[in-house]
């Protein structure tokens, strides 16, 4: 798998760099693919190019620009093993959640974006006024590692429905899957200039689309540091900004929830991708008359948690990403040794998987939220349980966090998990087992973002309104 070139004005480009970036498999360690490392020359012309795009793109009827995206997911559909094979590679992710969660969910909501701009409503009388949506030009989009093309597709699907043309910088380490959506761009004769992919780093490639004057928004995934330099370099050029960064999301097991369906739940929730989902319920909080009971239920579900290859059809956690993410998050498990909290499965590298970016998966148990473990998002396949007294001492604890990205709750009816789930600062709360809808607003409060992905109310974000007095 090799993509020597950039996307961008309808065709691959050779980058003005000359420069590579290795792609690195996270089961092998191997260097499976190369991406040119991009330039901000290579920046400028793609935005120039999304400029030219947008001029035509944002004319064109609803009714085509929904039948593009319709193309679009089809031309991906025929990709889904090459996508989910690359991805299981760069990311770690099991080939069976691969295939179906990072490569078919995304190629359906690419499809799901076309609906949802033929269901959405351009113009509103208001008084003596006619407010109009528009599309708001041009858009960067810069992207994380660990579900890359889901969140390229929570980008780019509402952007183009909208009207607007992307310049797309993917996550270094996992770059494929973005270029393989340029080539089915490509392949279907997407209009030029409406989706540029430049390939590079974040400090280059990143920097120079959201300092560009001609990008007019910029839509950001990743972590709180890097979102906070971006809001203020977008801040400068006075460019909105949308936001999806960390959590350190809360699962609330009510005293009167049905544990041997709750727990197993979170343990599940916490451990997808290896931890390596920003949504992940990372911190279980269980009253403090049932911890003991609740550790004997987790660890009994993560024993059901295959460690091992991704391409293994009965793993069920692969390796992490990088060499980095395994260190930090075992660093994270040290710490949470030091302070005080205590292990009561895994806790470090497993010794029979010494090729591959593998941490066994690790319950802490008498878990202080005060503690770097249940303040900090580790981003690996970590949890911490802590226990808590009346449910109001459960609710202070779930909000006592820096982030506000999702979360669970469980109780022994609906009425009473909905009445907690409603004083949870957070922008996403699934109760009882209330699963993940593709319809729903996904989003942070507090510092993990601004803005809102995925349904038909994201598409919104990529328009700016204009009122027409008569
Ligand atoms: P990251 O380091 O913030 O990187 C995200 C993207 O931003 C990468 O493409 C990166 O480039 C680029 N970047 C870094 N610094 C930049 C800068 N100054 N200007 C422009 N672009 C820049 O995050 P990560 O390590 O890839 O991903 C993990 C983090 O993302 C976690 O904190 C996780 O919670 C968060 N995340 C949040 C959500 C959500 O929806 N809220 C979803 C997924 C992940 P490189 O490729 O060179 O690093
Ligand atoms: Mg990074």
Not at 426 to 437: E, L, Y
């Amino acid at each position: 798998m090799t993509y020597d070139k950039h996307y961008y004005d309808g065709t691959w480009q050779s980058s003005t760099g000359g420069e590579t970036i290795a792609v690195i498999s996270s089961a092998t360690e191997q260097e499976v693919a190369r991406v040119p490392r991009g330039t901000a020359e290579d920046v400028d012309r793609a935005v120039k190019a999304a400029r030219r795009g947008f001029e035509s793109w944002r004319r064109l009827p609803v009714e085509e620009r929904a039948q593009w995206l319709e193309k679009l997911s089809a031309a991906m559909k025929t990709r889904v093993p090459r996508i989910a094979e690359a991805i299981a590679h760069e990311v770690g992710t099991a080939i069976g959640f691969a295939t179906k969660v990072q490569a078919e969910f995304p190629i359906m909501m690419i499809g799901m974006n076309a609906k949802f701009i033929r269901e959405t409503k351009l113009e509103e009388e208001l008084g003596n006024s006619l407010v109009i949506k528009e599309p708001i030009g041009v858009v960067g989009c810069v992207t994380p590692w660990n579900y890359p093309l889901h969140q390229v597709v929570c980008k780019i699907a509402p952007a183009l429905a909208a009207g607007c043309a992307v310049v797309l910088k993917p996550a270094e380490m996992a770059p494929l899957s973005a270029l393989m959506l340029a080539d089915a761009a490509h392949e279907i004769g997407l209009p030029k200039g409406v989706l540029n992919v430049v390939s590079g780093s974040g400090r280059v490639v990143g920097e120079a689309i959201v300092a560009h004057p001609d990008v007019d928004m910029v839509s950001f995934t990743g972590s709180l540091q890097a979102g906070r330099r971006i809001a203020s370099v977008a801040g400068e050029g006075i460019k909105k900004v949308c936001l999806e960064l960390g959590g350190k999301s809360a699962f609330v097991v009510l005293d009167d929830a049905p544990f041997d369906k709750a727990i197993p739940a979170g343990v599940n929730n916490c451990m997808q991708n290896s931890g390596q989902t920003c949504s992940a319920w990372t911190r279980m909080l269980v009253p403090r008359s049932r911890h003991d009971e609740a550790v004997e239920f987790a660890k009994g579900q993560l024993a059901k948690l295959t460690l091992g290859d991704p391409f293994d059809k009965n793993t069920r956690l692969g390796p992490l990403a990088s060499a980095a993410q395994r260190d930090s998050v075992l660093g994270f498990i040290e710490q949470g040794k030091k302070e005080g909290a205590t292990v009561v499965a895994g806790g470090g590298k497993p010794a029979n998987l010494p090729t591959g970016f593998y941490v066994e998966p690790t319950i802490f148990a008498h878990v202080d939220n005060k503690m770097t473990i249940a303040q900090e998002e580790i981003f690996g396949p970590v949890l911490a349980i802590i226990p808590y007294g009346s449910e109001a001492d459960a609710i202070a604890i779930a909000n006592d966090s820096q982030y506000g990205l999702a979360g669970g709750v469980w109780g022994g009816t609906n009425e009473r998990a909905l009445e907690v789930a409603k004083q949870l600062r957070t922008g996403q709360v699934d109760i009882n087992g209330g699963r993940f809808n593709a319809l729903a607003p996904f989003g942070g409060y507090k510092k993990s973002g601004i803005g809102r992905e995925i349904g038909p109310l994201a598409i919104e974000e990529y328009f700016q309104l204009k009122s027409i007095q008569r």
